[in-house]
T-cell receptor, first 110, second 110 residues
Framework: EAQVTQNPRYLITVTGKKLTVTCSQN?????MSWYRQDPGLGLRQIYY???????DKGDVPEGYKVSRKEKRNFPLILESPSPNQTSLYFCASTKGTEAFFGQGTRLTVV | KQEVTQIPAALSVPEGENLVLNCSFTDSAIYNLQWFRQDPGKGLTSLLL?????REQTSGRLNASLDKSSGRSTLYIAASQPGDSATYLCALSGNTPLVFGKGTRLSVIA
């Protein structure tokens, strides 16, 4: 079954404690991306990757890092999380122009 | 910069009604358009993808149209059911990252 898998689904952490949200896709897609979703602001792109070792900033990259060492994985790294990064995060994998999304990670930073 | 607007932001209808959700975009250059459904706290499920060369797509009770010249897309839902209650998002895709509207929250009342 074609899918995008994010982990964890829920995470509560404290300010400043580094964390990683993993994302994996089994569709051999080249393009992957991360979004955050906030009430009233909708979905905004954080980072995207057009292929292995090729990443670029989206609309709201501050406070985030990503890596793309292999095609299937695209982890999102928060080196020093802050409360304003409390949000619902989605990873997406795109083939052509059709995007497939993970189930989301609800992150709370206290 | 491309902007996507969805009207109305929220809609409540009785079961059985036909309804139309609207999506407009500012840059009428050729884009593909994708409609998603999102249940509360959940991920995004792709409903329909309209390629730039197409004018509409149908899946079951759903029909989506695309008019690039006017910068508009509509999602038509026939014979609405309580199970259709969700937030519906449109997003423009292509060589650039997906740009999302903020969604229409639909409630179908039994």
């Amino acid at each position: 079954e074609a899918q995008v898998t994010q982990n964890p689904r829920y995470l509560i952490t404290v300010t400043g404690k580094k964390l990683t949200v993993t994302c994996s896709q089994n569709m051999n897609h080249e393009y992957m991306s991360w979004y955050r979703q906030d009430p009233g602001l909708g979905l905004r792109q954080i980072y995207y990757s057009m292929n292995v070792e090729v990443t670029d900033k989206g609309d709201v990259p501050e406070g985030y890092k990503v890596s793309r060492k292999e095609k299937r994985n695209f982890p999102l790294i928060l080196e020093s999380p802050s409360p304003n990064q409390t949000s619902l995060y989605f990873c997406a994998s795109t083939k052509g122009t059709e995007a497939f999304f993970g189930q989301g990670t609800r992150l709370t930073v206290v | 910069k491309q902007e996507v607007t969805q009207i109305p932001a929220a809609l409540s209808v009785p079961e059985g009604e036909n309804l139309v959700l609207n999506c407009s975009f500012t840059d009428s250059a050729i884009y593909n358009l994708q409609w998603f459904r999102q249940d509360p706290g959940k991920g995004l499920t792709s409903l329909l993808l309209i390629q730039s060369s197409q004018r509409e797509q149908t899946s079951g009770r759903l029909n989506a149209s695309l008019d690039k010249s006017s910068g508009r897309s509509t999602l038509y839902i026939a014979a609405s059911q309580p199970g259709d209650s969700a937030t519906y998002l449109c997003a423009l895709s292509g060589n650039t990252p997906l740009v999302f509207g903020k969604g229409t929250r639909l409630s179908v009342i039994a």
